[in-house]
């Protein structure tokens, strides 16, 4: 029995390590392609009429950033196939009310993790980078300094990966709170509700630039979101008991 669990886990493990072969192969093939949608996303340099360009300082830059840029993306899709691996090797061995759960988990994360990535690709970014440029304005002949940015390659790379990782905990973070309430009776959502009021403040506090309008956006946010799961169970129940 022991070695039937053992082979099913190494041949699981074994297409695991053959899919994130072959998409770091195909990730690599196509780098310039997926290079330049991270460049595409920013919308920087067509906001101010540049060609976009980057500058590198060492030789081998070029290729490194081509290669952490195939194994990012490889690891990403890895996550996902690790993911339905072990649902699948569990579901066997589970209830049917905890596959449920197990597989409602797998799907609040996907999404969430769907959400985070078109949250930076369309508006983190593009924010972000018109914020930061908006110092470097080419129009404004008044202005007694000048400033040119000169972007570097692994710079640039290195930066779209940190907003994404952060984005992705924040996403990550509230879907752990939509399962964690969920599961949740109603009775207990409203005795700690001035609880998860404060814990919403607080978390919209640590992610958020020091900005009260931003903290104040993220806040009502989650208490939206919490009151409408206390909305959407007591419909639930109302048609359980009618």
Sequence with gaps: ?????????????????????FSLTIC????????????DSSNSFLSFNIKPHFIFTNITEIFYVYL???VFITNQITIFILFYQTLMFFSLGLYKF??????????????????STVLLY???IPFSWNFFLHFQN??????PISFFFEARLIEYFHYITNLYYICLINCQFLAVLIIVLTSLSKQLKKTFRKLFYLM?????TIITPPDVLSQIGISVGLILIYELLIFIEQIRINMVTS
């Design 200 to 204: 919403f403040v607080v978390f919209s």
């Design 122 to 124: 369309k508006i983190i």
């Design 68 to 70: 952490e840029l195939s």
């Design 138 to 143: 080419h129009l404004n002949t008044l202005q």
């Design 1 to 21: 029995m022991l070695y039937k669990y053992y082979n099913e886990i190494k041949n699981r493990i074994l297409v695991i390590i053959i899919c994130w072969v």
């Design 28 to 39: 690599y093939l196509y780098k310039e392609a997926i290079l330049f949608m991270l460049i």
């Design 98 to 115: 905890e596959y449920r759960k197990l597989k409602f988990s797998f799907q609040i994360f996907i999404v969430s993790w769907l959400i």
